[in-house]
Every structure is written in structure tokens, then in C-alpha cells.
């Protein structure tokens, strides 16, 4: 017999079940939890590097038609550091196969980051054994300091930047979890889906059930 979708009545049967999406929600939102620390985790190594201008040296280190100190801001010589971090990447890959760790552009690429916090720049790299994540970052700080250096000498970084690397490529004693948050977030919404449909079920009257016979 055929049957007529009623979107009111639906509504109301899933505000009055309101406890069964609850319920779908925390379980998916459980379940999202439970697979993703079933993963493998990930450690990750951190290191930071400071970057100030010192204008009280800078005269000295101006030549003429050269941009003066005063106009040489803190973004300027922090996104030239970046530059060289970022520059350094391929070198850093050939030197960890050379250390014979395994490390391609793919896994090298998803696996570190660069963030900028204020006059800090932080290089970090993740890996399955916290030595390799160490490692890595440890080759990292130093190709780019040897790259910031020759960025000073042929005028990429103006000598009156001062760079340091002032925590060295750290060894991660716990494990890091990525994207936990979003995880969850998906496990919920499936669960809302399917708390919703539970509720909403039966949605439905049969058509011609409230007329009397015969007519």
C-alpha cells in the first residue's frame, strides 16, 4: 500500500526520540576516537629559531642606494629565514638517505611543518620513531643555518639580521595525534545521520487510513 512522507510528523518523532541522535552522536563520535589512536602513533621534533634586527649596527652595513634599516622590518628578515628553510628541503632529504634514513619528497612533504610564532620560526617533523623525528629536524637546523649565513653574504638577508637557533631538534618523549578533532567530528555527524533516520523511523501514515470504508 502506498505511503505519504509527512515531514511534520517526522520532526516531531525526532524531537520527542531526542536521546537516541544524542546517543548516535557520542557513539560515532566514540568510534571516530577509537580508530584514529588505533593508527600508528606519530612523534614529533621541534625546533626554534629567533630572529631579531639589530639597528643600533645597522649604519655600518648600508650601502648607498641600499634599502635603509629603518625600512627593513622584522616580516622582511623572518620571511627570508623561511625562504631559507623552505630552500634547504631537498638537502635535507639527500642527507637523511645518506643517514640511511628512508625519506622521500611525499613523506617529508606531509610530515613537517614551518610556523611562524612572532620573531620565532618552528620547523618540526613527525615520525613513527621519535630518533628519526629528531634526526631529521637535527639535519634541518643544519642546512638552514648554513643557508641563512650565505643568504647574508650574497644580500638575500641583510648582515644586521640576527638568526639563532635557540632549542635545538628536541626528542619527543610521547607520541603526537593529528586530526583527533576531526576524527571525532566525523565520527559525530555519521552518528547524527544515523540517530536522525533511527528517530524519524516509522515516518510515514499509510494513505487513505484515517478515511472510512466505502468511501
Request: net charge neutral; aromatic share 10%; no cysteine.
Amino acid at each position: 500500500m502506498e505511503t505519504e512522507f509527512i515531514p511534520l510528523d517526522a520532526l516531531k518523532r525526532v524531537l520527542r526520540l531526542w536521546w537516541v541522535v544524542a546517543a548516535a552522536v557520542i557513539i560515532g563520535g566514540a568510534v571516530g576516537f577509537v580508530f584514529h589512536r588505533l593508527h600508528p602513533p606519530l612523534y614529533e621534533s621541534t625546533a626554534t629559531y629567533h630572529v631579531n634586527l639589530n639597528f643600533n649596527q645597522a649604519d655600518q652595513f648600508v650601502k648607498p642606494g641600499d634599502i635603509k634599516a629603518s625600512q627593513y622590518n622584522e616580516d622582511m628578515a623572518l620571511s627570508a629565514v623561511k625562504a631559507a628553510l623552505v630552500e634547504v628541503e631537498p638537502a635535507v632529504i639527500a642527507d637523511a638517505n645518506q643517514a640511511n634514513i628512508t625519506l622521500s619528497d611525499d613523506t617529508f612533504g606531509a610530515n613537517n611543518n614551518i610556523a611562524r610564532l612572532q620573531a620565532f620560526w618552528e620547523i618540526s617533523f613527525r615520525s613513527r620513531d621519535p630518533k628519526i623525528a629528531q634526526k631529521v629536524v637535527a639535519l634541518w637546523t643544519d642546512e638552514a643555518t648554513k643557508a641563512m649565513y650565505v643568504y647574508q653574504q650574497d644580500g638575500r638577508m641583510k648582515t644586521y639580521v640576527y638568526f639563532e637557533l635557540i632549542n635545538k631538534a628536541s626528542l619527543p618523549a610521547r607520541p603526537t595525534y593529528y586530526g583527533t578533532n576531526q576524527m571525532v567530528l566525523a565520527g559525530g555527524l555519521v552518528g547524527l545521520v544515523i540517530g536522525i533516520l533511527l528517530a524519524s523511523l516509522p515516518f510515514s501514515r499509510r494513505q487513505g487510513a484515517a478515511q472510512p470504508r466505502g468511501e
